[in-house]
């Protein structure tokens, strides 16, 4: 798992936590069964790009909270204004 991965499971983590929300209410509101919810905050599946979305709804962030500041960084640099 990468340095990036690694970040994004750990602001989905912190938030889930400040908000004193559990993984099986989190499941519950993302419709999703509390075990497929676990391996992915566990780094065993893949976070596909909609779950992603939900989580970010569900735990009201913004996708690119989710980003890294080296990868937020590298896409500045890319696209020469912030996303």
């Keep these: 798992?990468?340095?990036n991965y690694k970040f994004m499971l750990t602001v989905i983590e912190t938030k889930r936590k400040l908000l004193g929300m559990s993984k099986a209410e989190l499941a519950r509101r993302m419709d999703m069964d509390s075990v497929t919810l676990g391996?992915?905050?566990r780094g065993?599946?893949?976070i596909y790009a909609d779950e992603a979305l939900r989580l970010c709804v569900h735990l009201d962030i913004s996708?690119?909270?989710l980003?890294?500041?080296e990868l937020r960084n590298h896409y500045y640099s890319l696209w020469g204004n912030e996303i």
Excluded: A, Y
């Design 1 to 3: 798992m990468n340095e």
């Design 39 to 41: 391996t992915m905050l």
């Design 44 to 46: 065993q599946r893949i």
């Design 63 to 65: 996708p690119t909270d």
């Design 67 to 69: 980003m890294s500041p």
